[in-house]
């Protein structure tokens, strides 16, 4: 089966250099050297002052929502993995949808002024596949109203937006590391901020409430293990020879792929990370029978992202008719480091054949 994605997995040999170390130091979790020695080169590339990584991207956006105090109304977008939505029902705020533009599929200044209100207490939006609208507009908003700006960058891991990495926008931005994720440490996530006094907050989030070793403030547990910074610390290494095999399978794709076939517009301000590959089929009928087709010849492709998130059973919220019409259509296509030309046109040619 060609699934949608498939992990990267480095030599092993490369992985068990790390565990040497583990137990040399017998440092298995709490902040042990190779954590931080990941902390430290991720906060350096992707040019952020402080990177905290937790557990995973769920709980990195949960963090960031609690550290920041937030409740009541905030803005959010509609078009992104339930894991945006949930994590501020958990923390107990009530999302308000804001629709998403038809072009980037993320929400951009115009839909935040256009929702945005005295009750707004945040915004949480999604860089969604590693794209992004005109964020210096959406901060001047989140200024002008005194609120906080979160991104969910869980697919934004190495993108730059107007040549500075994307997660130096906003207060506070987060991206999941999991095992399917472009860069991964098997389950992982990160906080990232230049604001010190909140970074020191998630910090004490993150371990319990520790403030002295005796001494506590409310906390959970969001650390993550040497185990798990050991693959991080490898996988960076690959990093460029990966997006570099994407990048190469996403030109396959766009070669093959045609009329009547809508390709992702990525914002011209946008350096990719070659991330996802979603199309956007004319109807969900014609998403449905390709995907049948597909799974006949053993390939599983994903409906990534459906349904609409304002449209989920869980909520009451107005409707958002671009997200709607986009989650019906969009379908992720196979794409991974190893990918191999005879699979980009295996699927193509099931895909443009059901068009002829
Ligand atoms: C946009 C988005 N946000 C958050 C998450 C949650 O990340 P994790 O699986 O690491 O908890 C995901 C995971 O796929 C995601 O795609």
């Known amino acids: 089966m060609l699934y949608v994605t498939k992990s990267f997995l480095p030599d092993l040999k490369e992985y068990v250099s790390y565990l040497e170390r583990i137990w040399q130091s017998n440092h298995l979790t709490n902040d042990g050297p190779l954590l931080v020695e990941l902390e430290k080169k991720l906060a350096e590339y992707l040019e952020v002052e402080h990177f905290i990584f937790v557990t995973n991207g769920t709980i990195a956006l949960q963090l960031a929502i609690k550290a920041l105090g ?125 604001d010190q006094a909140l970074a020191t907050k998630i910090k004490g989030l993150r371990s319990f409430g520790h ?75 014609d998403l449905l029978n390709i995907i049948s087709r597909l799974m006949e010849a053993q390939v599983k492709p994903r409906r990534y992202f459906y349904p609409s998130l304002n449209t989920l059973p869980i909520i009451q919220a107005d409707s958002c008719p671009n997200s709607e019409d986009i989650a019906k259509r969009v379908l992720c296509l196979p794409l991974s480091s190893k990918i191999q030309e005879e699979e980009i046109s295996k699927v193509a040619t099931i895909i443009m054949k059901y068009f002829k």
């Not at 409740?71 to 705020?93: D, K, M, Q, R």
């Not at 308000?96 to 533009?101: Q, R």
């Not at 005194?146 to 997660?167: C, E, M, T, W």
């Not at 070669?255 to 350096?271: G, H, M, T, V, Y």
Request: net charge negative; glycine share 8%.
């Open 70 to 194: 937030l409740s009541g109304e905030v803005l959010t977008t509609p078009f992104s993995y339930v894991a945006t939505t949930n994590s501020l029902i958990w923390e107990g705020c009530t999302p308000i949808f804001a629709d998403i533009d038809p072009q980037t599929l993320t929400v951009t200044s115009k839909q935040i002024q256009d929702k945005i209100s005295q009750q707004t207490k945040g915004i949480l939006t999604t860089h969604v596949y590693g794209n992004a609208g005109d964020l210096d507009q959406q901060e001047i908003i989140a200024k002008a109203h005194q609120i906080p700006l979160i991104y969910d960058g869980a697919h934004a891991f190495g993108v730059r937006y107007k040549n500075k990495s994307i997660f130096s926008y906003g207060t506070v931005s987060t991206c999941s590391f999991h095992a399917t994720k472009i860069f991964h440490t098997v389950e992982g996530g990160a906080i990232m901020t230049n």
């Open 211 to 285: 403030k002295e070793d005796d001494y506590f403030d409310i906390g959970i547990n969001g650390k993550n293990s040497e185990f798990h910074a050991a693959m991080g610390l490898v996988n960076l290494t690959h990093f460029p020879a990966i997006k570099a095999h994407r990048k190469w399978a996403i030109g396959v794709y766009d070669q093959l792929l045609d009329n009547p076939i809508i390709k992702l517009q990525f914002d011209a301000n946008i350096e990719r990370n070659y991330s996802y590959y979603p199309i956007i089929l004319p109807s969900e009928e």
